[in-house]
């Protein structure tokens, strides 16, 4: 277990089983690589519009976006009634093609200070746990509406001065876009194990993720549309997201629940948020509420997508 070399150094354990996993115990590690933090998703993100954190929800929708490039700036105050965890989201994309897109995204979180004890059992200083990731990867249309992404992702997990670990991951998606409709499919997380230093490997959160999109009105100035997600961790877990949105001009109100089921699986939440868009910037919020591990997490971010494609 991954616990079990960390656990070497002494760290408090509640405290690193909700670094390490995310919100729940369990045994595979860097479950922050299925945290979204992209403040304009309600769920998953699978069937998310183009934008600038696609590269995080599903980069097979950046060859089918309306506009040329975005940018994407996200900050996440993730698990605050327990751990405090922060989290830097950044994104961009551009439409290098009239098929082709390119993305990237890198994400930043960062731990609050624990003590730590040597063998000995005297004081060996604080120490402030980091995991972060560089994502980047291109999307194709391969017909009207379809579209393909990859994407290869560098994670580095430093949880304490001798427990740290790089990894390499693969995710492979698609995406249909039709009028108004959505649809979405991937495989995330996929690769070689990690080691923490010691013999023992572990597994990344690998995982398939679909979902759909339907605005079912769509007037001159309203609309109101939902969205249904599930993924199912190779470990065995699952979680599922719905959510309802509503749009009247540049305006947007979002609500979702989000179920998760097993030790590593993100914990189930109830979560609201809003959007504005004005000559291509955005501003976003969201906040989490209804789970004691999740509890008033708060995430707000601004973008801006260039210029309409013709």
């Not at 976006?65 to 698990?79: D, V």
């Not at 504005?276 to 973008?303: D, H, P």
Request: glycine content about 12%; some cysteine; proline content about 2%.
């Amino acid at each position: 277990e991954v616990m079990k070399a960390i656990m070497k150094n002494r760290i408090l354990a509640a405290a690193l089983a909700a670094l390490v996993f995310s919100g729940t115990a369990g045994a595979q590690s860097l479950g922050f690589l299925n945290i979204n933090s992209d403040p304009s998703v309600v769920g998953m993100g699978v069937v998310s519009a183009p934008g600038a954190f696609s590269a995080e929800n599903n980069i097979a929708a950046v060859a089918l976006s309306q506009k040329y490039f975005g940018l994407g700036f996200g900050y996440e105050l993730w698990q605050p009634s327990t751990i405090g965890n922060h989290i830097i989201d950044l994104g961009a994309y551009g439409c290098i093609a009239k098929r082709v897109g390119i993305a990237i995204n890198a994400k930043f979180k960062n731990s609050p200070e624990f003590a730590g004890t040597n063998n000995k059992g005297g004081f060996a200083g604080n120490y402030s746990p980091k995991e972060n990731y560089i994502a980047t990867g291109v999307s194709v249309k391969v017909y009207d509406g379809i579209s393909i992404g990859a994407k290869y992702k560098f994670v580095s997990s430093d949880l304490w001065e001798k427990t740290k670990a790089n990894a390499h991951a693969f995710d492979v998606s698609a995406m249909y876009i039709h009028k108004d409709i959505r649809a979405g499919l991937s495989v995330e997380n996929l690769g070689g194990k990690v080691s923490y230093g010691n013999d023992n490997e572990y597994a990344l959160p690998s995982l398939v993720k679909a979902g759909a999109w339907y605005k079912f009105l769509n007037l001159e100035k309203h609309g109101l549309g939902t969205s249904l997600e599930a993924a199912y961790m190779f470990a065995g877990d699952v979680m599922a997201d719905v959510a309802l949105v509503y749009n009247f001009t540049s305006l947007e109100v979002r609500g979702g629940y989000h179920f998760g089921y097993g030790p590593n699986a993100i914990a189930s939440y109830a979560s609201v948020g809003v959007g504005y868009e004005i000559k291509g910037f955005g501003l976003n919020l969201k906040y989490l509420f209804g789970s004691k591990t999740l509890a008033n997490t708060m995430l707000i971010g601004v973008s801006y997508n260039f210029q309409k494609r013709k």
